[in-house]
C-alpha cells in the first residue's frame, strides 16, 4: 500500500468469511458494490451502503454452478449486470442483486 501510495483510512480482514481461495473479483462501474468468486463455485454479493465492517456478511450468496469454479467476472458498464465465467463451458448473466437472467449454451 505504502509502496504504490494508495490512500487508506479504513480496511477490513475478509479472510475469515471464506471457506475457499477467491479466484476472482469484480467492482461495480459506480463502486456501490463488489462481488467475489470463489474456488467452490460460491458468488458473494457486497454493497457499501449496508457494509457493516464488524460483521462483514453478503447480501447475497449463491452456488453458480456447483462443482466449477467462478474463472472470471464483469460488470456490465451500467452496472446492473454481471457475466460469470466458471469452468464449465457456460457462462452465467446475473442482475446486480444476484438473480440468474440466462445461461448461456455451449
Known amino acids: 500500500v505504502e509502496k504504490y501510495?494508495?490512500?487508506?483510512?479504513?480496511?477490513?480482514?475478509?479472510?475469515?468469511?471464506?471457506?475457499?481461495?477467491?479466484?476472482?473479483?469484480?467492482?461495480?462501474?459506480?463502486?456501490?458494490?463488489?462481488?467475489i468468486g470463489s474456488m467452490d463455485s460460491s458468488l458473494k454479493l457486497y454493497d457499501f451502503a449496508g457494509y457493516n465492517p464488524?460483521?462483514?456478511?453478503?447480501?447475497q450468496n449463491i452456488i453458480v454452478e456447483d462443482g466449477y469454479p467462478i474463472r472470471s467476472m464483469a460488470y456490465s458498464s451500467s452496472g446492473?449486470?454481471?457475466l460469470i465465467a466458471t469452468g464449465s463451458t457456460q457462462p452465467y448473466l446475473v442482475d446486480r442483486d444476484g438473480q440468474e437472467l440466462l445461461k448461456f449454451v455451449r
Not at 481461495?21 to 463502486?31: E, K, Q
Not at 464488524?54 to 447480501?59: K, L, R, S
Open 54 to 59: 464488524n460483521d462483514p456478511n453478503p447480501f
Open 5 to 35: 501510495r494508495i490512500p487508506m483510512t479504513d480496511h477490513t480482514n475478509m479472510s475469515f468469511m471464506e471457506t475457499s481461495h477467491i479466484s476472482s473479483a469484480a467492482m461495480d462501474p459506480t463502486g456501490a458494490r463488489f462481488a
Open 80 to 82: 446492473d449486470r454481471l
